[in-house]
C-alpha cells in the first residue's frame, strides 16, 4: 500500500521556520522525484519546490525561492522541506507528491501519488 505521510506542520511566528517531512513507503522511493504543493483556504493548489529522483536538481516557486530548500534522503525514504523567513502568506496545508521517474515536475498533473498533507499557519 502506498503512503506518503507529511509531518513538521505547526503555528510559527513570521520570521520563523519549520521543517516539513513526508515518510514515503509501498513504492520504490528512489527511483520516483518528489515535490511539495500547497494549498491555501479558499484558493487552488499551487506549487512550491521538486527535486528529482537523486536529489541532484531542484526547482522552486519564485514565491519561496532562497527561503525554502527541498531535499531528499533515499536511504531513509523521506523528503524535506525545510522553510525559513516564514511570511503569512506562507500558511497553507502543505502536501508531498510523488512522481515516477527520473526528472522533477511542477505541475500537479505529472504526480501519481499524494500525501493527506498537515497546516502550517503563520502569524504576523
Known amino acids: 500500500q502506498v503512503q506518503l505521510v507529511e509531518s513538521g506542520g505547526g503555528l510559527v511566528q513570521a520570521g520563523g521556520s519549520l521543517r516539513l517531512s513526508c515518510a514515503a513507503s509501498?513504492?520504490?522511493?528512489?527511483?520516483?522525484?518528489m515535490g511539495w504543493f500547497r494549498q491555501a483556504l479558499g484558493k487552488e493548489r499551487e506549487f512550491v519546490a521538486t527535486?528529482?529522483?537523486?536529489?541532484?536538481?531542484?526547482y522552486y516557486a519564485d514565491s519561496v525561492k532562497g527561503r525554502f530548500t527541498i531535499s531528499r534522503d533515499n536511504a531513509k525514504n523521506t523528503t524535506y522541506l525545510q522553510m525559513n523567513s516564514l511570511k503569512p502568506e506562507d500558511t497553507a496545508i502543505y502536501y508531498c507528491?510523488?512522481?515516477?521517474?527520473?526528472?522533477?515536475?511542477?505541475?500537479?498533473?505529472?504526480?501519481?501519488?499524494w500525501g493527506q498533507g498537515t497546516q502550517v499557519t503563520v502569524s504576523s
Open positions: 527535486t528529482n529522483r537523486s536529489g541532484g536538481s531542484t
Open positions: 507528491a510523488a512522481r515516477r521517474g527520473t526528472n522533477y515536475a511542477y505541475r500537479d498533473h505529472e504526480y501519481n501519488y
Open positions: 509501498g513504492f520504490t522511493f528512489s527511483i520516483y522525484a
